[in-house]
């Protein structure tokens, strides 16, 4: 019986993790999933099945399940499931590890001096980890994670190519290597680095003129957002517009019969929780990175 992978499928977070799973797991049946999309069926209650970056209610009871995920909260709906779960570490970040880990230990299981336990997460925020250097960028991203600039760069740098025939080099896990020289996947992720510079440049000037055109500020739960309907958006749509007056951003966008809602965290407001107000419309993620689905948007009259 073939293992299956479900994965989120909407970000590169998502989509490392089904790529980790595709080296360490390469027969598994790997399924992309979204929010709103109908419940993968599985061929039989034993089917083994990762669930990775995601949580799918119907799913998370059944036996037979690993669960990585860092989404704060699920995971204070579904606590106790079987698997790897860390509020503030992204699920790429978590899922190498996790197979990484096993792997090593299953290699080496007569001898217990050998068997590494699984990180903690002051061992990620301190990179204590070993991890390839792709993997490491696109988990900073995920998380607002801003010590890396480049983790930015790199962002856009993966949005510019094909990734296809560069997924098994960025998955390499750097070995130490002589002074003055670099492996072949550190040579890759400076590649995308640098095309990342120009489309990052590019996406700034577009950024700024368009929430300076259609941004406009809200009330809502108690907080001062600064909101934008855009058919494409993420957190660096707002930055051009933020004052110190705003809490949080809005972003919204009618898809499949639903306006789709993502709130961010605006610079120093940090302390707010904006996962709750998620949860309270139906939907979820991180403290300052998250969303909700509905029928009629929450701030109208």
């Known amino acids: 019986m073939k293992t299956v992978v479900i994965y989120h499928k909407a970000d590169f977070d998502g989509i490392f993790c ?80 996790w197979f990484a880990i096993h792997q090593h230990n299953a290699q080496n299981q007569t001898n217990e001096q050998l068997q590494v336990p699984l990180p903690g997460k002051q061992d990620f925020i301190d990179r204590l980890v070993a991890e390839p250097w792709a993997v490491r960028l696109a988990g900073e991203y995920d998380i607002w994670d801003k010590r890396d600039p480049d983790a930015e760069l790199f962002q856009h ?20 290597v002589k002074a003055g020289k670099q492996d072949l996947a550190d040579i890759t992720v400076a590649a995308l680095l640098d095309a990342g510079k120009a489309i990052q440049y590019a996406k700034t000037r577009e950024n700024e003129s368009i929430i300076k055109a259609a941004g406009f500020t809200i009330e809502f739960e108690g907080l001062k957002f600064l909101a934008c309907n855009a058919a494409r958006y993420n957190s660096l749509l707002f930055s051009a517009a933020l004052t110190p007056e705003h809490d949080a951003c809005f972003g919204f966008a009618w898809r499949d019969g639903h306006w789709n809602v993502s709130l961010y965290h605006a610079p120093g407001k940090e302390h707010h ?16 990175a998250c969303g909700f689905r509905v029928k009629q948007l929450p701030f109208l009259p």
């Open 18 to 97: 089904r790529e980790i799973a595709r080296k360490f797991l390469p027969d598994a049946v790997l399924i992309g999933w979204d929010y709103g999309d109908p419940v993968p069926v599985l061929e039989s209650p034993d089917t083994p099945l990762y669930l990775l970056d995601i949580s799918i209610p119907e799913l998370m009871g059944r036996d037979y399940v690993v669960w990585i995920d860092h989404h704060k909260s699920a995971m204070e709906k579904f606590p106790g499931v079987y698997g790897y779960q860390i509020d503030g570490v992204a699920a790429c970040r978590l899922a190498w590890q």
């Open 157 to 176: 740098g993966l949005r510019s190519q094909e990734l296809q025939a560069l997924w098994e080099i960025l998955l390499q896990c750097s070995a130490p």
């Open 273 to 288: 929780d904006l996962s709750r107000i998620a949860v309270k419309h139906g939907g979820g993620g991180h403290r300052g």
